[in-house]
């Protein structure tokens, strides 16, 4: 784990370094810093259901589930991960193109699971 932790580091940190171009610009200077959201899953909802990231910039969602495996499912960027109780589970990723990303749980998980998802936006850089 930690290992894969250091490799993604280092990826993020390759990536970062030859975009110094960004660093005059103000708040970009943090270009290469992850966005880290938080969500809890619980039957039948992802708290928060909506939230705002940035194009171009990582992204680690950072899930805990109080009650179920839940399955986090957002189609369009085809990213999935099971949601153990227990653990904190973490996606990482980045998007370049802006606009409305739909999230859902796709663990059947009872009588509301239809209803469980939400959206992520991704504002422009
Ligand atoms: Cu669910």
Redesign the pocket.
């Known amino acids: 784990m930690a290992t894969t932790r250091r490799g993604w580091l280092a990826g993020a940190l390759a990536l970062a370094l030859p975009s110094t171009a960004l660093l005059c610009r103000g708040a970009a200077a943090q270009a290469g810093e992850p966005q880290v959201i938080k969500l809890v899953?619980q039957?039948?909802h992802y708290t928060p259901a909506e939230f705002t990231v940035t194009a171009g910039r990582p992204v680690v969602l950072e899930f805990t589930s109080l009650d179920?495996v839940?399955?986090f499912h957002m189609p369009d960027l085809k990213l999935r991960a099971d949601?153990p109780p227990g653990v904190v589970t973490r996606l990482r990723f980045t998007v370049d193109k802006p606009g409305a990303y739909d999230f859902l749980?796709?663990?059947?998980?009872?009588d509301k699971?239809e209803e469980?998802g939400g959206r992520m936006v991704v504002a422009p850089g």
């Open positions: 899953a039957r039948f179920f839940h399955g949601l749980c796709d663990n059947f998980c009872g699971h469980m």
